[in-house]
C-alpha cells in the first residue's frame, strides 16, 4: 500500500480531512450545549418568574402567601384574592379596599363589594389615578399589593 492510502485510512495528526471533520464534532457539540443550557435557562425562568397576567385576564401582584389580580373594565375594578397556585379564593368572609393615588399626593380610599362569588368591584374615579393598593383582609390579616393604571396617562408637572 502507498503512503497516501494509509493516510485516509489511518488517523493521523497531518491527515488535514480527520482533522477538519474532528473541528466540526467539536463545534457541533459546542452548539448543542449552549442550545442545551440557554433551554434549561429559560424554563428555570419560566417557573420562578411569576406570570403577570391572571385567570381573569387583569395584572397579577404577589401579596405574600397570595396573589392578587386586579383588572380595569368600564368604569370599574374588578380585584380577586388568589392563592399561591393562581385560583380565585371565594369571597365570603374576605373584605376589600382600594387606595387611589393622584399625581398631587392626594388619594381616596374606596371599599370594594362582594361581585360574583370570588371577586370584589367598585367603580373608578373620574380623576385619573397614577396607582393603586388593593387590600384584602382575609382572616384577620391583610394582603395588598399595588398596581399602576394602565389605563390613563398621568403626567406629573
Known amino acids: 500500500t ?11 495528526p497531518f491527515n488535514q480531512a480527520y482533522v477538519y471533520k474532528k473541528i466540526s464534532i467539536m463545534k457541533l457539540k459546542l452548539i448543542l450545549l449552549l442550545v442545551l443550557i440557554s433551554v434549561t435557562i429559560v424554563l428555570i425562568g419560566m417557573i420562578f418568574i411569576q406570570p403577570s397576567v391572571g385567570p381573569h ?3 397579577v401582584q404577589k401579596a405574600g402567601n397570595y396573589h392578587i389580580e386586579m383588572k380595569s373594565m368600564y368604569q370599574e375594578i374588578h380585584a380577586y384574592l388568589l392563592d399561591k397556585n393562581l385560583v380565585s379564593i371565594v369571597n365570603k368572609g374576605i373584605t376589600c379596599e382600594a387606595k387611589f393615588l393622584y399625581a398631587d399626593s392626594s388619594c381616596l380610599i374606596k371599599p370594594l363589594k362582594p361581585f360574583g362569588n370570588d371577586g370584589f368591584s367598585t367603580g373608578i374615579p373620574s380623576i385619573p389615578f397614577y396607582y393603586c393598593r ?24
Not at 2 to 12: C, D, H, K, N
Not at 136 to 150: D, H, M, R, T, W
Open 2 to 12: 502507498s503512503l497516501i492510502q494509509l493516510m485516509t485510512v489511518i488517523p493521523y
Open 57 to 59: 385576564k387583569g395584572s
Open 134 to 157: 388593593v387590600s384584602f383582609k382575609i382572616g384577620g390579616k391583610l394582603v395588598s399589593a399595588g398596581f399602576e393604571n394602565q389605563s390613563s396617562i398621568v403626567k406629573n408637572d
